[in-house]
């Protein structure tokens, strides 16, 4: 009969003890937030999705090689005489088009090794962390500007431009040799 009272008043005592710390945490301010409808402050110096101004971009490649992981492919194709690609917002001429500039998101482990070598600060950091897919190939984000049609048709020409380029070279008139000394004087 005694352990029978015992264990009742154990059972009571933990109830009463827990009850307390339940009374307890109803007058203090919540730590939680209601996510997605609240999103905490990030951060200034804050890593996540990649991004690239194609527009300061110069195809340099240098991103993609600091990369390492691998995540970042980059084609270039050269420019031919005339084409104008413009200045990037520093000043800088372009003298490729860029015509593959890919960033594999599930690969990138935002370490920022690549946006620190960029000369013209075209890739960056962004606060973005929302971007999950369904699909894995949804993360490869594409950032070229040009059309299918259009990146034919600068291979196309670079292409032109060095046969061009060779033929010049093959029928340009090839200099005389030097006389050879035969050895015999007179």
Known sequence: M???????????????????????????????IQYPEVKVELPERVRNRLYVNMDDCIGCDQCSRACPVNCISIETVKSVPGDDLGLTSQGKKKALWVTKFDIDIA??????????????????????????????????????????????????????FEEEKAAKKAAAPKPAPPPTDTGATN
């Open 2 to 32: 005694i352990e029978y009272l015992k264990d009742t008043w154990l059972g009571l005592y933990t109830v009463l003890v827990g009850m307390k710390i339940t009374f307890l945490h109803l007058f203090k301010p919540a730590v939680t």
């Open 107 to 160: 690969k990138c482990c935002y370490c920022s090794l690549c946006v620190w070598p960029c000369p013209t600060d075209c890739i960056f950091m962004t606060d973005v962390y929302e971007f999950s897919e369904y699909n894995r190939n949804d993360l490869i984000y594409n950032f070229v500007t040009l059309t299918k049609e259009e990146i034919e048709q600068k291979k196309l020409n670079y292409q032109k």
